[in-house]
């Protein structure tokens, strides 16, 4: 039996056990990408974590419904379309097929529906007339915009109150809103632009009312978990929220959960630096398996900083599991043999990854230790299913190991960053300090991950690269 998953809801601030609307149905969805340019690791981290989530509840649940969107119609899309001098669909299908490809390359599966922007326009609009009919929303020199006042528990989820909340960056402030809250559901398009008839004119969605509307025509009026970054909790998710729950007057989402940033050499990514790292171009440094465990290698809730040595680490790790696999080639795995209970346990405690591939280094190891066939048969059989979960060791050994870059160029001592890992273990030594030692283990299974071994003493933590990795 599997063990009961708990995730960490935003919106209550709590870990806490998933109960969705039916026992046996889980509807889940996702906010995809804005098409207009390829996958960066910031696009890839959701898409993996929530893989990740999907393969769990399937594998809990008969039925999952999992859907994630792709944002076909936006301001980027239109500046490039226009730059390019070509509609909006053939910049949106390129960029589209091209993140099926680096998706499929970090073994993600195809979610069971990917909605598009542009398919649901009447949707949206019905959505959009429900809200004015029902005092919800205005219209304003051709704009129809949603009143957050009608609102009252506007700012739960982002934890900000209205009245506290200052327009910033994500917020436009236009004369013809009442609230400079207030966000756009509908506005007018130059002819140049996308646009579709509407009650108020030839114009375009704004941004949040897209997800409620496909969320509302394929996953029903209350879902059970919505995912995405971080960066999306405000506005976006306040706005959807807000929406969605004065359209149906019912329970918008139950689960609301979000993964950490990304960043690089401890920097955000951003066009400036010129840092941003697109799926497509680590691709061709290592296989979408390296890259694939590299994301997992920290918890999603927790920031997670791209470097050299992660990589590289991810690489050794891959290489050492596929070399112990590769002695059992010719084993059967036993048939009908599920994940590993430990594994599952971790996995189902809010897809703590990092404690879920320390297991997998244990079954790996017992793997390697067996000395009757009828032992390395199940263990074989246990360690594929429960990697599976994880969308990790599933190809050939053999193939897979002509695949990772040969041995000599990923050697440990040339990778570590000192710097990365003096601060990760002072981390660590400030988490015990408060107590948290779920957070201070998790810290020393990502550092075991890199090939560190942390080593306490009274006198303060220690730190050595671990010999085996070079092996």
Same mark, same amino acid.
């Given at each position: !039996? ?5 995730? /960490?809801?935003?919106?209550?601030? %709590? ?45 809990? /649940?008969?039925?999952?419904? /999992? ?26 299908? @390129? /960029? ?29 609009? %019905? ?86 509307? !496909? ?34 007057? %019912? ?17 955000? !990514? ?39 040595? @992660? ?7 891959? @290489? ?152």
């Amino acid at each position: !039996m599997s063990p009961k998953i708990h995730l /960490y809801n935003t919106l209550t601030r %709590t870990k806490e056990a998933l109960e969705p609307q039916q026992p046996d149905r889980v509807t889940m969805y996702v906010c995809g990408p804005t098409v207009y340019n390829y996958a960066h690791l910031g696009n890839a981290r959701p898409a993996v974590v929530f893989d990740v989530l999907a393969r769990l509840l399937r594998h809990t /649940y008969p039925q999952v419904m /999992y859907a994630c969107n792709f944002t076909d119609v936006d301001d980027k899309i239109n500046a490039a379309a226009l730059t390019a001098g070509v509609p909006i669909g053939t910049i949106t299908m @390129r /960029y589209i097929d091209a993140y099926h490809e680096d998706m499929h390359a970090l073994g993600v599966l195809t979610p069971d529906l990917e909605p598009r922007v542009t398919e649901h326009i009447p949707d949206i609009v %019905t959505l959009i007339q429900t809200l004015i009919a029902r005092g919800h929303a205005y219209e304003a020199q051709h704009h129809v915009l949603f009143d957050v006042a009608s609102f009252p528990a506007y700012g739960q989820l982002s934890g900000h109150k209205p009245q506290n909340m200052l327009a910033g960056a994500r917020v436009e402030v236009a004369p013809y809103k009442r609230n400079p809250l207030d966000f756009v559901l509908w506005k007018p398009s130059t002819p140049e632009l996308p646009r579709w008839n509407s009650p108020w004119g030839r114009g375009r969605p704004g941004w949040h009312i897209e997800c409620t509307a !496909m969320i509302g025509r394929h996953l029903g009026q209350t879902l059970d978990i919505h995912g995405g970054g971080q960066d999306l909790i405000f506005p976006h998710h306040e706005n959807e929220i807000a929406q969605g729950t004065c359209i149906h007057d %019912t329970l918008y989402c139950r689960t609301w959960v979000h993964n950490s940033f990304v960043t690089v050499d401890g920097q955000k !990514m951003s066009k400036s630096l010129g840092n941003v790292l697109l799926v497509r171009d680590l691709l061709r440094q290592a296989p979408g398996e390296a890259i694939r465990l590299a994301l997992l290698s920290t918890h999603y809730r927790h920031p997670l900083d791209w470097n050299r040595q @992660r990589l590289v680490s991810a690489c050794q790790t891959l @290489r050492r599991l596929y070399l112990i696999l590769e002695k059992f080639d010719a084993t059967q795995a036993t048939s009908c043999v599920g994940p590993d209970a430990e594994f599952l346990k971790a996995l189902a405690n809010d897809l703590n990854t990092p404690a879920a591939l320390a297991h997998l280094h244990r079954l790996a190891i017992a793997l390697e230790n067996a000395r009757t066939d009828d032992a390395q048969a199940h263990l074989k059989a246990r360690l594929l299913a429960s990697a599976s979960l994880l969308g990790l060791w599933q190809h050939p050994a053999a193939q897979a190991l002509t695949e990772l870059p040969q041995r000599e160029t990923l050697t440990v001592s040339d990778a570590v960053d000192p710097v990365w890992v003096e601060k990760r273990v002072a981390e660590r030594t400030q988490t015990r300090a408060r107590h948290d030692f779920d957070l201070a283990d998790t810290i020393r299974r990502e550092l075991s991950n890199a090939g560190i071994t942390v080593e306490d003493t009274p006198e303060g933590s220690t730190w050595h690269i671990q010999s085996e990795m070079m092996t």
